[in-house]
């Protein structure tokens, strides 16, 4: 049975439980939905549709991808149903001869006017739509990676690894100069080694940008590298999963600039060291918080996040009251402390933790640089 | 008066009309909404508040960055509303002092279980959540462009025509061997003219893999530009805007590839030649799958559509029941035939169209080069 097939039968088992005869997934521009590369293998723009009967069909934009790419029982192109995500959605009833009055469900990124088109195209059907229903149970279900998925990680840090050495190097020998240098030799280096892509716009923020938590424009021809603190964020996607790792480089740093390394360091340690099977995620974001906070500093964003085929995704590592995640063995989230200064600039440090049954194992060597 | 207070003023009027006292936009990962962006020059990670009161509040992710990008009455750091869209939404109608029983519209991107949050951290207000509202008139507006706009355009054409120019040269001379030697000189050359990047990921697709429309991943280490047809679709941002173009590179073509060509270049004279002021765009369309349809082609996509801070915008130019735009000046969108053969391979020729007073513009210089 294909590792797609395994995915898909713990969904039907759950929808068998919940009384869900279909579920409806849609991965389309602004509305990617990764779980449909997850439950089929198919990389993108597609509908996919599970019946509780234990059959899959997908409708790919693109059949001739589709036959590369898809595991699924039955695909059929999105143009037999004239490209319409409502009539792919009645035309999949249809197949399945789903009894009237059975239970459909439907993303909950599902917007509100479509919520009431579905309700209306598939009449007869009760239609669902909720936060807590099989897409959290998927993404749930996603948090926790299974084999195949952790050797694609030890091949992704592997190769996010050596980009990284080759970067130190030619940032120190002069050779990447600008952020743009920094941003095009990754996406060169990544691809050479067989990666997809980048998981996300790399962010290389020089020291006049790296104040900011997300620099906008992500690169630009800016220097790189100089006197003061630079960033340098960015994954590497492997056979659809990213890294998610930041560098910085800190040349010549001033006293003011020491202090916000060594407190993003100290910062590090401590999650890492609080880092354990059964610990709530929330926790060591908290203690992070309360590091800073006894030095008058606050981080503006979380402390980390779950990769997978997306770049943010389960568990949660930040200091929300809703934050209900528990460590458990299988996860990879990264670690990512950071202080930013409109004055003095920014520094962050992201790497990738493995959450094993023996406790972490970081799969990347991000780290402060000095130059 | 700041280009973004004229653009707000537009919808102040339409607000007052529609007795909308507040409307909330909101631009985050997975809701990704340029319409901050046009309307308050911050280009992302914000929540933007218009009161009919003619009043703005941004609400950013950060607050250094809307310090250099934003022009709004007030800005508030998001951190202030626990970095919460409903805390924030309920602060602004605190904020503006709104009478309670005012009419609050939401974006139609909502999810039908956010929508029913809103209703809840409003209470007292009248929630409303459409698709022709206050969103599909912004959207609506967007696909004019203004001067300001145009003028950003010619800039960004004029550098994707140096581009072309150049992939061209260098392709034939063999400097460009690969997929990712073409999408990676796209990166470097339009940054270091001024550009923020580019406005979607490059595809491109060599003889292999040009059968799909949109090949995947969107470019590898696979050769390009050798014999048959390898497809390039790209665009570069300028100031925000994106163009959006695509070459063919035909080497040594077969008969039956030489067919290809040639019925996509007819396609696109025929859709060039209708291209007018008043003309619905969906007549295009219509038109070029007519002229498919008699050589027992079919185009598995639409024929074109507007571009601006998005790669995908107003108006549509597809041929289907419910495309209703009307052409007329000062819309740009692209023209973009193509057809896709799993032996044979694929071509697409895509331009932009910028429409004057006086009848079509074509803004960029795509052609489908012989080699």
Redesign the interface.
Known sequence: MSVYAKRREKLYDWMARESIALVIFEDA??R?DASVRWLSGH???AMLFLSVEQKSLLVP??I??AKL?ADVDLAVPY?EFSRHPLMAAAGAAEQFRLPKGSKVEIS??????S?LKYVEALDGFDVI???RGIWAETERLRAFKDEEEIGIYRKAAEITNTVIDLLEKHVRSGKIKTE?DA??FI??EG??RGC??TGF?TLAAGPERS????A??????APFGGKGLSILDFGLKFAGYTTDVTLTFANSPAAAQERLLALTERAYRLGLSMTENGRPAREIAAAVDALFGKSKK?M?HGLGHGIGLEE?ENPQVRNRDDNEWILEPGMIFTLEPGL?D?VHGGCRLENDILLTESGPEILTKARIIRL
Do not use: L, M
């Open positions: 521009e602004k990617r990389p993108h723009d934009w693109d001739n991808q790419f143009s909950p990124a599902t917007s509100y006017p919520f739509c909720r936060e743009a941003a095009v996406e060169i691809r050479k997809e892509g716009e104040f900011g938590i997300h906008f424009p992500p690169y630009t021809g606050t503006p943010h930013y409109p």
